[in-house]
């Protein structure tokens, strides 16, 4: 998505567990759902700061996720962007 500006919301499926470097970097995507349903975190490269870009302001992703996300190094960085949200809606 790198480079698609004109995209701002994108729903990520529950099966993805890794996003690579650069993924949103240079997009207009301002809002991820993602209903990530692995065990553990998502995994994220070591640059991880590269990865969602300075214009994402939410990640909405299930709770369980966010109550454990502290324990994940690679993802501190965005505990603040984090939003929980039932997916079952």
């Known amino acids: ?47 991880a700061t590269a990865v969602f870009g300075t214009k994402i302001q939410q990640i909405y992703m299930p709770k369980s996720f966010i109550d454990s996300v502290a324990l994940y190094g690679a993802w501190k960085p965005y505990v603040s962007l984090l939003v929980p949200y039932d997916f079952k809606k």
């Open 1 to 47: 998505f790198d480079g698609t500006t004109s995209l701002t919301e994108l729903t990520i499926p529950g099966s993805v567990n890794s996003i690579g470097e650069n993924t949103f970097s240079n997009s207009g995507v301002t809002t991820i759902y993602w209903n990530y349903t692995g065990a553990g975190a998502p995994q994220l490269p070591s640059n």
